[in-house]
């Protein structure tokens, strides 16, 4: 970009969508819990795995974060741009956050979480 400001919508992207999903691991006793003792390992592997067999990678970026703040509600995952949370806890539920909405551009309504700062 030359010395002109930039606008968000012209600067390329590079993936059409994001997703950032907790991984930090506290011990089970922790107050605030967390995503890694509530069991996100195992989906997370999977979600990594099934964008890769869907042939998403070029499309969908997946990236292991840290902590996303809500640590009793885990395991969470965030998908940008829509910004939209979600709550999987099976296998199966990966499997659809990936078909509906990582493919489809589709909600999974059942397993979307919608939380304030308040």
Known sequence: MD???????????????????????????????????????PLWERLSSKIEAEGLSADVGF????????????????????????????PEDVDEIVEEHLKNGQLVDRLVMVFSRA
Not at 3 to 17: C, H, I, T, W
Not at 68 to 90: H, K, N, Q
């Open 3 to 41: 010395s002109q400001v930039a606008r968000f919508e012209d600067v390329p992207q590079l993936y059409k969508r994001h997703v950032f999903a907790c991984h930090t691991q506290r011990p089970p006793t922790h107050p605030r819990g967390s995503c890694g003792a509530a069991g996100a390992q």
């Open 63 to 90: 990236t292991a974060s840290g902590c996303l703040g809500f640590c009793s509600a885990g395991p969470l995952m965030v998908v940008y741009p829509e910004g939209i949370w979600y709550r999987p806890s099976t």
